[in-house]
C-alpha cells in the first residue's frame, strides 16, 4: 500500500512536469508569447524542486530508519513536519517495524539473560576458548574446580599445572578424560569432556567438566570391598584345607607313643597329607604371582601399529591349535589400519581374550576378530565368539580381579585387560547372551 501511494505520487509529478514541458515548447514554437513560456519554465522548475524534495524525503526517512535499525535503537522518531498521506502511511509502517524489531531485539536479550544465568549457575564447570587460547565464557563452577579467579588465556593455567593445560590442548571433539588434580590441599578428579562450536564464524573449543572424586571414591570402595571377598574366599579356600590336614596329622601323631615304630599306614596317610599340603601350597603361591602380575602392569610405550601385523601374529599363535575345531575369521578396515598404542601390551590382552573365547566354546564353533576405524577417529577391535555366553548375574562381576567361573581360571584376565586400556586412555566393554555368545570390544582413541 505504501509502495503504491509512494508510485503514483511520483508518476503524477513526472506526468505534470512532461505535460508542461511540452506545453511550453508548443507556446515557444506556435504563439508569440515568450513570457508566457517563461512562465511555464518557472512551474516546470517548481514542480522538479518539489519531486526531488519529495524523493529526498522519503530517502531520508527510510536513511533515518536503517540506521536507528543498525544503532541498535529503539526509541525511533520520525518528523511529524512532514505531512502527506504516502508519508503517514510511510511513517506508521517504520514504526511497527521498529516496534517487530524492538520485540524481537528485547526477546533476544532476555533469552541471552537465561542463557548466561543457567551457564553461570550450572553445576558443570564450562570453559570455551579458541585457536590461540582465548577464553569466551568460564563459569563460575569452572573458575571454581579450576582453583582460579578469573582467566583470560588457557596458557595462564601452565604456571599452576602445566599438564592441565597440555591436556586442554590435544582434547579432540568427542574425547572424555579423567583427570586428577591437586592444589592447595585439596584432590579432584575431574571428568572431561570435549566438543566443538562456531561463534560468529569462529571455532570454538568447548570443554565441560565436574568432580567425581565421590563417586571415585564410593567406587573404589566398593571394588575394594568386592576384591577383599574375592581375596577372603580365594585364600581361605586354600588355608582352610592345610588347617584341617595339620590338625589331623597332629591328632595322628599325638596318638602314637613314644618308642613305637610307625606303621606304613600312618606314613602313607603321612606323605599323602605333606603331598595335599604341597599342592594347595603352590596354589596358594600362584595365586599370589597373579595378585603381583596384575598390580605390575609396565607404563605403556605407544607406537604405530598395524592392525594387519597385529593379527598374522595372533594367527600364527593360534595354529597351535589346529586341531580345536574352532574356525577364525579376520576382518579390518580399512586394511592399512593403524593405531598408536603398546604393541606388547596390546597382543597381551588380545591373546588373553582368544584364549578366553576358546574356553567358552566346546566344539565347531566360530570365532570373529575384527577392527574398524569409527567416524569419530578411535579404532575398535572386537573379539566375537559362538560359546556359551555369560550370565546376567557373572556379567556383574566379570571385572573383578580373580573372580572366575572356570575350575583352572585366575580370574585376571579381564582385569588385566582393563588395567591396560585404561592405562592407554581406551575402554572395554562385555556384551553377552548366556547360550549365544560374547562380544568383548576394545576401543582405542585417535587412529594413525
Known amino acids: 500500500m505504501i509502495y503504491k501511494s509512494l508510485f503514483i505520487q511520483v508518476l503524477i509529478r513526472l506526468s505534470s512536469i512532461l505535460l508542461l514541458s511540452f506545453l511550453m515548447g508548443w507556446i515557444i514554437w506556435a504563439t508569440a508569447y515568450p513570457y508566457m513560456a517563461l512562465l511555464v519554465l518557472m512551474l516546470v522548475l517548481w514542480l522538479s524542486y518539489r519531486l526531488v524534495h519529495y524523493l529526498n524525503t522519503t530517502n531520508r526517512l527510510l536513511s533515518q530508519f536503517f ?239 598395524s592392525v594387519s601385523h597385529l593379527f598374522m601374529h595372533l594367527q600364527d599363535l593360534l595354529h597351535m591349535y589346529s586341531n580345536d575345531q574352532i574356525q577364525y575369521h579376520f576382518n579390518i578396515s580399512p586394511k592399512d589400519l593403524q593405531f598408536y598404542a603398546d604393541e606388547a601390551l596390546v597382543k597381551q590382552v588380545l591373546i588373553n581374550l582368544v584364549k578366553n573365547a576358546r574356553q567358552a566354546i566346546h566344539s565347531n564353533g566360530e570365532i570373529h576378530l575384527k577392527a574398524e576405524d569409527k567416524q569419530n577417529g578411535n579404532v575398535e577391535i572386537s573379539i566375537t565368539d559362538t560359546g556359551c555366553g555369560i550370565s546376567g548375574e557373572d556379567m556383574k562381576n566379570v571385572f573383578i580381579p580373580f573372580f572366575t567361573t572356570k575350575e583352572e581360571g585366575s580370574g585376571i584376565g579381564l582385569s588385566l585387560a582393563r588395567q591396560i586400556m585404561r592405562l592407554h586412555h581406551g575402554h572395554i566393554s562385555v556384551e553377552s547372551e548366556e547360550g549365544k555368545g560374547t562380544k568383548v570390544k576394545l576401543v582405542f582413541q585417535h587412529s594413525c
Open 67 to 305: 540506521l536507528s535499525v543498525k544503532n541498535e535503537d529503539s526509541a525511533l522518531s520520525f518528523p511529524k513536519n512532514i505531512s502527506g498521506k504516502s508519508f503517514d502511511e510511510l511513517r506508521l509502517g517504520m514504526q511497527e517495524v521498529n516496534l517487530i524489531i524492538r520485540d524481537l531485539r528485547l526477546k533476544a536479550q532476555k533469552k541471552e539473560m537465561i542463557s548466561d544465568a543457567i551457564i553461570e549457575h550450572a553445576a558443570v564447570g564450562l570453559l570455551s576458548f579458541d585457536e590461540n587460547g582465548l577464553v569466551e565464557c568460564i563459569n563460575h563452577r569452572g573458575r571454581e574446580l579450576l582453583g582460579i579467579h578469573n582467566l583470560y588465556n588457557i596458557k595462564a593455567l601452565k604456571k599452576n599445572d602445566a599438564d592441565l593445560f597440555d591436556l586442554f590442548e590435544i582434547m579432540k571433539a568427542g574425547d572424555t578424560r579423567v583427570y586428577h588434580l591437586q592444589g592447595n590441599g585439596v584432590s579432584k578428579y575431574l571428568l572431561i569432556s570435549c566438543t566443538t562450536i562456531k561463534q560468529e564464524g569462529k571455532e570454538l573449543k568447548l570443554l565441560s567438566f565436574t568432580d567425581i572424586k565421590n563417586e571415585m571414591d564410593a567406587q573404589e570402595l566398593e571394588s575394594w570391598q568386592k576384591l577383599i571377598n574375592v581375596l577372603t574366599h580365594e585364600i581361605m579356600n586354600s588355608v582352610s584345607p592345610l588347617t584341617c590336614l595339620s590338625e589331623k596329622l597332629e591328632s595322628n601323631y599325638q596318638q602314637i607313643e613314644t618308642g613305637t615304630v610307625l606303621t606304613e599306614s600312618v606314613l602313607t596317610k603321612t606323605r599323602n597329607g605333606l603331598q595335599v599340603i604341597k599342592e594347595q601350597g603352590q596354589g596358594l603361591m600362584y595365586f599370589v604371582e597373579a595378585y603381583r602380575e596384575l598390580s605390575r602392569i609396565p607404563k605403556p610405550n605407544p607406537q604405530a601399529i
